[in-house]
Nanobody, 117 residues
């Protein structure tokens, strides 16, 4: 059974950093575009960043200068480094694995990130 397990969320103050991690199991990791999405209260889920097997990235304009996505294909993990966090970054962050070739995608359970003074 495919599992995506996120970790690293928490409560931080504005301007601080967090690093989210997602560990994937029971998938052929290099067949998937890995991504991070977020959903704030009362809002739709939105793309934060994705990374393909070759390391090519797509990062939302709202976080482009502050967030970095990376993946370790040997460890089946994807990370989201979040710097200079703002209150508007408060949301539940979800890991996603998307395979166009297989026509499937999977979601993690989400991890809460709260930015507040």
């Amino acid at each position: 059974q495919v599992q995506l397990v996120e970790s690293g969320g928490g409560l931080v103050q504005p301007g601080e950093s967090l690093r989210l991690s997602c560990a994937a199991s029971e998938i052929t990791f290099n067949l998937y575009i890995m991504g991070w999405y977020r959903q704030a209260p009362g809002k739709q889920r939105e793309l934060v960043a994705t990374i393909n097997n070759a390391g090519g990235t797509n990062i939302a304009a709202s976080v482009k200068d502050r967030f970095t996505i990376s993946r370790d294909n040997a460890k089946n993990t994807v990370h989201l480094q979040m710097n200079s966090l703002k209150s508007e970054d408060t949301a539940v962050y979800y890991c996603n694995a998307d395979s166009v070739s297989l026509g499937v995608d999977f979601w993690g359970q989400g991890t809460q990130v709260t930015v507040s003074s």
